[in-house]
């Protein structure tokens, strides 16, 4: 990693910008970090879990998503949350989380009743 500079012009030296900034004002204020790198509390860092990399910044995530691509488009949910209607949430009463979205209990109910008439079928032949 090469270490970027800025220029102090009333003692007239170079001092380093934090890590993995492109282009700083001073010894703590990023303008541009890195490829790859957002600002996110004054620091250039790869966005963490629940943030997206946007321009310079690291934003946030829909609430209760831990991957997604902008503000309003999440494609994995926290721990605990599955996908209704689009968006993150404890799953609402009638449905039940199932991999990563709410599904409703009369669509689980109808698939085990499926499940278990096909394999009653497949034991008559």
């Given at each position: 990693?090469?270490?970027?500079?800025?220029?102090?012009?009333?003692e007239?030296?170079?001092l380093?910008?934090?890590?993995?900034?492109?282009?700083?004002?001073?010894?703590?204020?990023?303008?541009?970090?890195?490829?790859?790198?957002?600002?996110?509390?004054?620091?250039?860092?790869?966005?963490?879990?629940?943030?997206?990399?946007?321009?310079?910044?690291?934003?946030?995530?829909?609430?209760?998503?831990?991957?997604?691509?902008?503000?309003?488009?999440?494609?994995?949910?926290?721990?605990?949350?599955?996908?209704?209607?689009?968006?993150?949430?404890?799953?609402?009463?009638?449905?039940?989380?199932?991999?990563?979205?709410?599904?409703?209990?009369?669509?689980?109910?109808?698939?085990?009743?499926?499940?278990?008439l096909?394999?009653?079928?497949?034991?008559?032949?």
């Open positions: 990693m090469q270490v970027k500079r800025f220029l102090i012009s009333e007239s030296s170079l380093d910008c934090i890590p993995h900034c492109n282009v700083c004002t001073d010894a703590t204020t990023c303008d541009t970090c890195e490829a790859g790198y957002g600002l996110l509390n004054d620091a250039c860092v790869i966005c963490p879990t629940g943030k997206y990399l946007t321009g310079t910044y690291c934003r946030s995530c829909p609430q209760h998503c831990d991957t997604c691509t902008d503000s309003n488009t999440c494609q994995v949910c926290s721990a605990g949350y599955g996908f209704y209607n689009g968006e993150c949430v404890a799953c609402p009463t009638g449905t039940f989380l199932t991999g990563t979205t709410c599904t409703s209990s009369t669509f689980l109910y109808s698939n085990l009743i499926l499940f278990r096909s394999s009653h079928l497949f034991k008559l032949y």
